[in-house]
């Protein structure tokens, strides 16, 4: 068989899940289309395989492993369980209805229907796990069983539906097609006898499950899809809760390939919680009166001041020249931020007052207005080999044609 190792029954009968780059580097010398497959599932989220023991019973096994897994990450794994449950003890009848003691099945069906049941019930602090499937699947009394009963079950569904089968009914040995009783003794009941096309399809459609497998042939798949699928039963939805069971196919030997359950588990359950959450409608603040932004308010309040500015400005430079010592000069005003304005305060009323703030004077003639062509004039930075004085200039030692420039 193409990518399996020898000595097979050396190996578990089913193993944990371990990396799909596992059965990639089985192929790395092998089959360019097979590697392409590969690569597609691992980049598509199908990332974890499940190996079985490859001794002709390996399509049940993985079918069991697959069957529990879908109802421990289920939503519901007790509801899930009970529809299971319902379903198997309805293959009883019609085993029965074929022949099989009703004893012989009680044996061989009791350790499937009892870990069924651990998933409806279990008991405080035992509920099932992957860890404990996989003790269960390992033990080999308790592995037969179920993989005698799921043959039982397969073999009871194609006697009791014919006409399905008959298609597909052939003898591996003759190639001649055989009757569905020939079939069903020689080639699905015995154990270690590989599962084909009929077998997956009964047993599907026996336990009312969907199920698809992923071909890992060397077929060339035209389109994104590179997998060649092939499903069995039917198929319910896309919701990841909903979706078949997935086995991974190699020429004669088949695994179970999932996703990381845990993940996909939690996602799902996310999605049903937000599902039943009523979205949340935000809260505006609350509306405040507007407030007027003060840079708004300072050109109208220094409009004033500049008129009072031009009209000072018709006075002759002789007058400024003549006029006597001002008292000293106050202290400069602080300018208020953000309005344009600074702060004074009227001794008789000890409240402030606003004023327009205007750059000190270091002449000794009392400040005046600077002339409303000299308002227009953009201002200048003075010169930087002329610093500013310390203190104020005496009287004489400023000709009036200097005290009429601005002081920036």
């Given at each position: 068989?193409?990518?399996?190792?020898?000595?097979?029954?050396?190996?578990?009968?089913?193993?944990?899940?371990?990396?799909?780059?596992?059965?990639?580097?089985?192929?790395?010398?092998?089959?360019?289309?097979?590697l392409?497959?590969?690569?597609?599932?691992?980049q598509?989220?199908?990332?974890?395989?499940?190996?079985?023991?490859?001794?002709?019973?390996?399509?049940?096994?993985?079918?069991?492993?697959?069957?529990?897994?879908?109802?421990?990450?289920?939503?519901?794994?007790?509801?899930?369980?009970?529809?299971?449950?319902?379903?198997?003890?309805?293959?009883?009848?019609?085993?029965?209805?074929?022949g099989?003691?009703?004893?012989?099945?009680?044996?061989?069906?009791?350790?499937?229907?009892?870990?069924?049941?651990?998933?409806?019930?279990?008991?405080?602090?035992?509920?099932?796990?992957?860890?404990?499937?996989?003790?269960?699947?390992?033990?080999a009394?308790?592995?037969?069983?179920?993989?005698?009963?799921?043959?039982?079950?397969?073999g009871?569904?194609?006697?009791?539906?014919?006409?399905?089968f008959?298609?597909?009914?052939?003898?591996?040995?003759?190639?001649?097609?055989?009757?569905?009783?020939?079939?069903?003794?020689?080639?699905?009941?015995?154990?270690?006898?590989?599962?084909?096309?009929?077998?997956?399809?009964?047993?599907?459609?026996?336990?009312?499950?969907?199920?698809?497998?992923?071909?890992?042939?060397?077929?060339?798949?035209?389109?994104?899809?590179?997998?060649?699928?092939?499903?069995?039963?039917?198929?319910?939805?896309?919701?990841?809760?909903?979706?078949?069971?997935?086995?991974?196919?190699?020429?004669?030997?088949?695994?179970?390939?999932?996703?990381?359950?845990?993940?996909?588990?939690?996602?799902?359950?996310?999605?049903?919680?937000?599902?039943?959450?009523?979205?949340?409608?935000?809260?505006?603040?609350?509306?405040?009166?507007?407030?007027?932004?003060?840079?708004?308010?300072?050109?109208?309040?220094?409009?004033?001041?500049?008129a009072?500015?031009?009209?000072?400005?018709q006075?002759?430079?002789?007058?400024?020249?003549?006029?006597?010592?001002?008292?000293?000069?106050p202290?400069?005003?602080?300018?208020?931020?953000?309005?344009?304005?600074?702060?004074?305060?009227?001794?008789?009323?000890?409240?402030?007052?606003?004023?327009?703030?205007?750059?000190?004077?270091?002449?000794?003639?009392?400040?005046?207005?600077?002339?409303?062509?000299?308002?227009?004039?953009p201002?200048?930075?003075?010169?930087?080999s002329?610093?500013?004085?310390?203190?104020?200039?005496?009287?004489?030692?400023?000709?009036?044609?200097?005290?009429?420039?601005?002081?920036?």
């Amino acid at each position: 068989m193409e990518g399996m190792d020898g000595d097979v029954m050396n190996k578990p009968l089913i193993s944990g899940p371990v990396p799909l780059l596992a059965i990639k580097a089985e192929y790395l010398r092998g089959s360019p289309q097979v590697l392409r497959k590969l690569e597609w599932l691992e980049q598509n989220g199908w990332d974890q395989v499940w190996r079985a023991r490859g001794d002709g019973d390996c399509f049940y096994r993985s079918f069991t492993l697959a069957y529990l897994l879908r109802i421990l990450y289920a939503p519901n794994p007790a509801k899930e369980a009970g529809a299971a449950l319902t379903a198997i003890q309805a293959t009883v009848p019609v085993m029965e209805r074929v022949g099989f003691q009703s004893d012989i099945l009680e044996e061989f069906i009791d350790p499937l229907i009892n870990v069924i049941v651990s998933f409806i019930d279990p008991p405080h602090g035992q509920q099932p796990t992957e860890f404990t499937l996989l003790q269960l699947l390992q033990d080999a009394e308790k592995s037969n069983c179920i993989v005698v009963a799921l043959r039982l079950m397969t073999g009871a569904h194609i006697r009791t539906h014919p006409d399905d089968f008959a298609p597909f009914l052939f003898s591996p040995v003759t190639l001649e097609p055989t009757t569905p009783d020939a079939f069903c003794r020689e080639e699905v009941e015995p154990c270690g006898k590989e599962a084909d096309h009929a077998q997956i399809m009964a047993l599907a459609s026996a336990l009312a499950v969907p199920l698809r497998v992923a071909y890992l042939d060397r077929s060339d798949i035209s389109g994104d899809d590179v997998i060649n699928w092939v499903e069995f039963g039917e198929q319910k939805g896309a919701e990841e809760e909903l979706r078949p069971l997935t086995l991974l196919y190699r020429p004669g030997h088949f695994d179970v390939v999932t996703k990381d359950h845990i993940m996909q588990a939690a996602l799902v359950q996310t999605r049903h919680e937000l599902a039943d959450t009523p979205p949340v409608v935000p809260t505006p603040p609350p509306q405040g009166p507007p407030v007027a932004a003060a840079s708004a308010v300072a050109p109208v309040a220094a409009a004033p001041a500049v008129a009072s500015a031009a009209a000072a400005s018709q006075e002759p430079a002789e007058a400024v020249a003549a006029a006597p010592p001002a008292d000293p000069a106050p202290a400069a005003p602080t300018p208020a931020v953000g309005t344009g304005k600074a702060h004074t305060v009227d001794p008789a009323t000890t409240e402030p007052s606003e004023a327009p703030a205007t750059p000190p004077s270091y002449s000794a003639a009392p400040s005046e207005p600077a002339a409303a062509s000299e308002l227009a004039a953009p201002s200048e930075p003075a010169a930087a080999s002329e610093p500013a004085p310390s203190e104020p200039l005496a009287p004489e030692a400023a000709p009036a044609a200097e005290q009429a420039k601005p002081i920036v």
